[in-house]
């Protein structure tokens, strides 16, 4: 069964830190690029980061560089993102996302993430 589960998510200030972490399972983790989406109430879904899955090269919305930073552990199969400075903008819900570039794509079930100011 695959699954991708995401966790790290609470309440923060403005400023604050928090990381999340996608761990996944039942699929060829290597295989596939992982990416992380948010969805804010009353807003489209939208890309924040990915990190390839044939060179672990990393993009970055424009909105977050600089202070999200997305990484890997093969061994553990868990892709993080580290969230610093962050702004009350950054809440949403929290997506992790795996996809093969070809027919498969998963979807965690989502993490809150909310920042108070």
């Known amino acids: 069964e695959v699954q991708l589960v995401e966790s790290g998510g609470n309440l923060v200030q403005a400023g604050g830190s928090l990381r999340l972490s996608c761990s996944a399972s039942g699929f060829t983790f290597d295989d596939y690029t992982i990416g992380w989406f948010r969805q804010a109430p009353g807003k489209e879904r939208e890309g924040v980061s990915c990190?390839?899955?044939?060179?672990?090269?990393?993009y970055y919305a424009d909105s977050v560089k600089g202070r999200f930073t997305i990484s890997r552990d093969l061994a553990k199969n868990t892709v993080y993102l580290q969230m610093n400075n962050l702004k009350p903008e950054d809440t949403a819900v929290y997506y992790c996302?795996?996809?093969?570039?070809?027919?498969?794509?998963?979807w965690g079930q989502g993490t809150q993430v909310t920042v108070s100011s």
């Open positions: 990190i390839s899955s044939s060179d672990g090269s990393t």
């Open positions: 996302n795996a996809d093969d570039g070809y027919r498969s794509n998963y």
